[in-house]
């Protein structure tokens, strides 16, 4: 961030001491006498900045702000006799000093925290309430702003140069798939979101891809020159093989292997971890970010690396959909937004893109010229 000479004799008159950034967020805790803790939010909906001013109460300010896209403020007050105040609106000036994104505010004045902890907690439970009933009362949609941390692995597949001019396409793709394979590549920002749209694309194709693993274990069994119809044990293994429940065949963990291994062949997989080595090295971490992940050596596994990786897959998969609250008002390995966790999704989505794209070309048919 860059100050101007101005903006650095201003800040030279701050009590640096009386100041805390607080979390992950672009926010600041000013202590004293008159606390506040100020941070800047972002609008999820284009027109939630715009449509402030119809918020009861809208004041315009007499001095406008010229780095302040929006110009006045909304006092949110209590009705049970609370020592705290909010406001929505123009950025302080002391926030605008402090901060890149002196845009758009949301400030929570009057509250003495005792600690870093508390003012955390404080800023996190009250505004998200705030933001999340001027949602259900106004529509306006809006997110405490990130910073970006430093030091974060940006994680992208690297696309290998294509020399040839592109060309009219030979397939034809299954529409619903390729539409959640689209719907995957818009969710920027949203890597829980990113990931399951991709197991979708998966999901799709385990019916097709978990019979064809039955049917091929039954023609094995039956093509058995030692196989007797009049046997009840050999017919009691057929029985075993076909007893399976649900819309394919084998549980879903099963059905993810089968669709893998039938779409995706070892040498594929071992090209694209050669060819993506910051993903390797995600992988092959001794502390992974993710509870409840093991490490995964690909290369020195070869022949085993599709069954580790969909063994991975569906306990991430379960750690995104199957999230529940105990009795104690605990989530169970709830994979929350917006974590260090979540982040790490993002390593784990550039392999799920291969992979949905792996499965959605086995699935194409010839297009019509």
Partial sequence: MQISEDDAVACSKLDFTKIRALGEYAAFEVLGEDPCIEVALLADDRQSSRLLERIPGWVADESPNPRARVQGSACITGVRGEVWSADIGTPSDVFSLLSSFPYLTLKLRGRQNRTYDEALAFLESA??????ELDLKYGLSFTFRRLRRT????FGRRARPHAAAPTLPKLQYAAEPLSLYRYARSAMGMPLLEFLAYYQVLEYHF???????LLDRLRNELRDPSFRADDERHLARILRITRQSGRGYGDERSQLKATIRY???????S??????????DHFGAKKQVIL????????????????LLCERIYDIRCRVVH?????????DSLLMPFTPEAESIRAENVLMRFLAQKVLIAGAMNLPL
């Fill in 271 to 280: 090209d694209f971890l050669s060819g993506n080595p910051e993903i390797l």
């Fill in 207 to 213: 019916s097709r891809y978990s019979q064809r693993d």
């Fill in 127 to 132: 505004g998200n309430a705030i933001l999340f």
């Fill in 263 to 269: 779409c995706v062949s070892e040498d594929a997989i």
């Fill in 323 to 331: 999230s529940k609250e105990d009795g104690g008002g605990q989530m």
């Fill in 151 to 154: 030091g974060l692995v940006r």
């Fill in 292 to 307: 409840g992940l093991q490490p995964l050596d690909l290369l020195r596994k070869k022949g085993d690396a599709a069954d």
